[in-house]
């Protein structure tokens, strides 16, 4: 039995005969592709690795690859969704289907909307995939040698303990990746609106266990990683330090000397133990943290339960982040139904003021999230997933200044703004000697692409 496990590209149109990822204004990162491999490609090739090691898995990111799906060949294709992705999938899935291949539909998307996916797949995994995969490949493979429709329609995975996982399958992907990824915890204590990790993960916190994480990332070939957790250290502080100085006894000295980004929260810097807590992030090797600003509008944040997660002092917290040699990026979200005009302008400042980057993205709504069932009256019918992608407004606001087009119109602004040459020399140089050299070469390696991408597609965008 031949699995093909497919991660889809972020936006989609259809050429001839093919399905082809967009590049361009809906997704910047198609342009330059996604600095790490699909995690869960290749997670679950090791899982499948594991469970049934005689089953042959190929793994396509098809944000790096163009595809054409009269070409599979495989008996069975699986595909993770997230939001923006679903179109995409699902056009590929009714491909596949009629030409009689099994499809496995998986991810967020489809946990929270199951009965849309059904409509595409044979079958649909809805939650964490490792409580029922041995069962969905024991039902494959029984239903292609039998010729039987003996798949589930549904496969409902629970909330396991995160030991003695599969480790990760590397090799399996055509294209190469400049960094690697791992995770340390699945859940989230925070109750955001906007968030569909703690609905989607819990909000209790499980921790894989720390010699896991070690010997994984001692394991890998790569230098340097993303950790894909929500939170580096909102899985808690004690917890976190101790992973930390487990890292630095064990991968920065000498040829396994590596190094790691990730996203946090700017609560946890600000308690008693924050100094601790970055003294050893700093010497494990992180260079920057990607940490959730969100609004410079406290209306918004209050009406997101955002609040709890920035602390009361969050410009100091990002000094302190700085001080100690870790740059910040800063995730924006901009153009919600209480933002005006002047917070794309104080985003900026913000920014500007503290010497950091920005991540600014359309205020998204994602099915499953409670910001989903609040802006439900105003969500606009003929804007479909694919526009779900932070780059494009999906709902209608009472300030006629903040109509569709300026608010996309806006958000093209303070990308391009944020990210001129001038600005992203002037953060790179109030980047503090502590860090150099890998604090600045990350920042580097991440500022000029996307001043890049910014101003060539603010310069074809037809709304500025």
């Known amino acids: 039995m031949k699995i093909s496990l497919i991660s889809p590209p972020f936006g989609e149109y259809v050429k001839s005969s093919k399905l082809i990822s967009l590049t361009g204004l809906d997704e910047i990162q198609r342009s330059e592709g996604l600095p790490i491999a699909p995690p869960v490609l290749e997670y679950l090739a090791g899982l499948t690795e594991k469970l049934a090691p005689d089953v042959e898995v190929e793994l396509v990111d098809a944000n790096r690859e163009d595809l054409d799906i009269d070409e599979f060949t495989s008996d069975v294709v699986g595909i993770s969704v997230l939001t923006p992705q679903a179109p995409w999938a699902y056009r590929a899935a009714d491909r596949l289907r009629r030409r009689g291949i099994k499809v496995i539909l998986g991810g967020m998307h489809v946990t929270v909307l199951p009965q849309e996916a059904k409509r595409h797949a044979d079958s649909v995994v809805v939650g964490e995939a490792e409580g029922v995969w041995e069962e969905l490949i024991t039902d494959l493979r029984n239903s292609l040698e039998s010729g039987k429709p003996e798949l589930k329609p549904f496969y409902s995975g629970t909330q396991l303990p995160l030991v003695g996982l599969a480790q990760p399958k590397k090799g399996l992907l055509k294209t190469r990746y400049p960094m690697g990824s791992f995770f340390t915890a699945?859940?989230?204590?925070?109750?955001?609106?906007?968030?569909?990790?703690?609905?989607?993960?819990?909000?209790?916190?499980?921790?894989?266990?720390?010699?896991?994480?070690?010997?994984?990332?001692?394991?890998?070939?790569?230098?340097?990683?993303?950790?894909?957790?929500?939170?580096?250290?909102?899985?808690?502080?004690?917890?976190?330090?101790?992973?930390?100085?487990?890292?630095?006894?064990?991968?920065?000295?000498?040829?396994?000397?590596?190094?790691?980004?990730?996203?946090?929260?700017?609560?946890?810097?600000?308690?008693?133990?924050?100094?601790?807590?970055l003294k050893w992030a700093k010497r494990s090797g992180l260079t920057l943290a990607m940490v959730g600003w969100e609004s410079e509008n406290v209306v918004s944040l209050s009406q997101w339960n955002a609040l709890?997660?920035?602390?009361?002092?969050?410009?100091?917290?990002?000094?302190?982040?700085?001080?100690?040699?870790?740059?910040?990026?800063?995730?924006?979200?901009?153009?919600?139904?209480?933002?005006?005009?002047?917070?794309?302008?104080?985003?900026?400042?913000?920014?500007?003021?503290?010497?950091?980057?920005?991540?600014?993205?359309?205020?998204?709504?994602?099915?499953?999230?409670?910001?989903?069932?609040?802006?439900?009256?105003?969500?606009?019918?003929?804007?479909?997933?694919?526009?779900?992608?932070?780059?494009?407004?999906?709902?209608?606001?009472?300030?006629?200044?903040?109509?569709?087009?300026?608010?996309?119109?806006?958000?093209?602004?303070?990308?391009?703004?944020?990210?001129s040459p001038k600005r992203v020399l002037s953060r790179l140089w109030q980047l503090k000697l502590k860090g150099f050299p890998m604090t600045h070469f990350t920042s580097a390696m991440i500022q000029i692409p996307m001043s890049r991408a910014f101003r060539e597609i603010s310069e074809g965008n037809p709304y500025v």
């Open 186 to 277: 699945r859940g989230c204590p925070f109750k955001c609106k906007y968030c569909s990790v703690y609905r989607f993960f819990g909000n209790n916190i499980r921790h894989r266990p720390i010699q896991d994480v070690v010997r994984e990332l001692s394991n890998s070939p790569y230098r340097m990683f993303w950790n894909v957790d929500d939170n580096i250290w909102g899985a808690g502080i004690e917890r976190s330090i101790e992973l930390y100085v487990e890292l630095y006894r064990e991968l920065t000295t000498g040829s396994k000397k590596k190094w790691w980004i990730g996203s946090g929260d700017l609560a946890s810097v600000q308690t008693s133990k924050g100094e601790e807590l």
């Open 308 to 419: 709890t997660k920035q602390g009361k002092k969050r410009e100091d917290a990002v000094r302190k982040i700085r001080d100690h040699g870790i740059d910040v990026m800063m995730f924006l979200m901009v153009g919600g139904r209480e933002d005006t005009p002047d917070d794309y302008k104080r985003a900026l400042e913000v920014c500007d003021r503290l010497g950091v980057m920005p991540h600014p993205m359309q205020v998204t709504p994602f099915p499953g999230t409670e910001l989903f069932e609040e802006y439900g009256p105003y969500l606009i019918p003929e804007r479909g997933w694919e526009y779900y992608n932070g780059n494009r407004a999906v709902f209608y606001h009472d300030d006629p200044r903040m109509s569709v087009e300026n608010r996309e119109k806006a958000l093209f602004w303070l990308r391009a703004e944020a990210f």
